[in-house]
């Protein structure tokens, strides 16, 4: 209830959101992959990225590189909850890629990053990996994936593309 949702004629319809570090088992490299396949199919296409770490730099350099880096914003680590909400209100989907590692801790634990997606009414695209995954997929709240770029940029596209999906995912989220 503290998050203040938008009504979705107030909300970026073509915002992706990325909220975590910016490390390897947090699947950003992945996001990255898919992320010129999702442009060519939706060209206004943006994400945000919220949060640091060790990959940032080499990420601007990838962006650079693949030619996508003027859709891609990164907000850097931001410390106060009520400006990640903000953020996350504006937004259209939010993304949780965890790398399949069957050593991850993120096969096991309850990731905080897919309850602000939530909170904040994005559906979420989520690989197999946490086992919120499956919550996500059997209340039509998100997709959830296998960690493929393919994949990922196909539900991308389809939850920015397909409005009657989008607005029963979102609703999903919301309750």
């Known amino acids: 209830e503290r998050i203040e949702r ?21 699947g950003i490299n992945l996001l990255f992959e898919a992320w010129p ?25 990838l962006a650079n590189q693949m030619g996508v880096a003027s859709s891609i914003k990164f907000m850097g680590f931001i410390q106060n909850d009520d400006e990640i909400e903000r953020i996350l209100a504006h937004g259209a989907v939010g993304v949780a890629p965890y790398r399949e590692d069957k050593g991850s801790f993120k096969y096991y634990c309850d990731p905080s990053k897919v309850k602000s997606y939530l909170g904040a009414g994005l559906p979420v695209v989520i690989t197999r990996v946490p086992p919120v995954a499956q919550l996500v997929h059997d209340s039509e709240a998100g997709l959830s ?18 409005d009657v999906l989008y607005e029963r995912y979102r609703a999903n989220a919301i309750r």
Do not use: C, M, W, Y
Request: net charge neutral; no cysteine.
């Open 145 to 162: 994936i296998k960690f493929d770029a393919g994949e990922l940029a196909d539900a991308i596209v389809k939850l920015l593309t397909q």
């Open 37 to 61: 396949a999702v442009r060519k199919s939706v060209p206004d296409a943006n994400l945000v990225i919220v949060g640091g770490g060790p990959q940032e730099q080499a990420l601007r350099t």
């Open 6 to 26: 938008l009504p979705i004629s107030q909300i970026n319809r073509h915002q992706v959101i990325f909220l975590g570090s910016l490390l390897p088992e947090q």
